[in-house]
T-cell receptor, first 109, second 113 residues
Framework: QQPVQSPQAVILREGEDAVINCSSS?????VHWYRQKHGEAPVFLMI?????EQKGHEKISASFNEKKQQSSLYLTASQLSYSGTYFCGTASGNTPLVFGKGTRLSVIA | DVKVTQSSRYLVKRTGEKVFLECVQD?????MFWYRQDPGLGLRLIYFSYDVKMKEKGDIPEGYSVSREKKERFSLILESASTNQTSMYLCASRRQGGGNTIYFGEGSWLTVV
């Protein structure tokens, strides 16, 4: 079953922050975050394993609450280059990733 | 550097044609996957393979088949293409285990007319 992402779309001005949520109805082993630009393949951002850890990648970080089966992606001080569609992918063990429908992020000047 | 190569970026095929989409990875990964991506639907899993000669159906296998004769190569086959198979197809691979990163190819845009 696909994880549910929210919001579906968001528009930001440069420098603003955003949070993208990913929620699953299944117990999760890992959550993977990707960003995709139009016409290109998804690019890996980060992976979180169960344990509630938080990871960071420059101004992009994420958390994983395995009890709630949720993950959140935090984008701070957004830049124009952050525009794209963000996908979360979830795995319950040694299973293929199941992806959400994506969150379209637009950063404007 | 990690590399997943899809042989065709853009294809136009006629209804009823047999279509082969080829994917090769150079990372010695055990697991390989085929997803299709449509606007508003995200990435949906068609088939996957955890080892040579193995294949498993994903969420939307109807109208597709796959072949994995060598570890590095995973082919997606549309036996008789239909217009509702017009889509972007993404191949991916990873080392065995759900906690490992999946690497995507650049995608194949297929149009069936």
């Amino acid at each position: 079953q696909q994880p549910v992402q929210s919001p579906q779309a968001v528009i930001l001005r440069e420098g603003e922050d955003a949070v993208i949520n990913c929620s699953s109805s299944k117990a999760l082993y890992s959550v993977h975050w990707y960003r995709q630009k139009h016409g290109e393949a998804p690019v890996f951002l980060m992976i979180l394993l169960k344990g509630g850890e938080q990871k960071g990648h420059e101004k992009i970080s994420a958390s994983f609450n395995e009890k709630k089966q949720q993950s959140s992606l935090y984008l701070t001080a957004s830049q124009l280059s952050y525009s794209g569609t963000y996908f979360c992918g979830t795995a319950s063990g040694n299973t293929p990733l199941v992806f959400g429908k994506g969150t379209r992020l637009s950063v404007i000047a | 550097d990690v590399k997943v190569t899809q042989s065709s970026r853009y294809l136009v095929k006629r209804t009823g044609e047999k279509v082969f989409l080829e994917c090769v990875q150079d990372m010695d990964h055990e697991n390989m996957f085929w997803y299709r991506q449509d606007p508003g639907l995200g990435l949906r899993l068609i088939y996957f393979s955890y080892d040579v000669k193995m294949k498993e159906k994903g969420d939307i296998p109807e109208g597709y088949s796959v072949s994995r004769e060598k570890k590095e190569r995973f082919s997606l086959i549309l036996e008789s293409a239909s217009t509702n198979q017009t889509s972007m197809y993404l191949c991916a691979s990873r080392r065995q285990g759900g906690g490992n990163t999946i690497y995507f190819g650049e995608g194949s845009w297929l149009t069936v007319v």
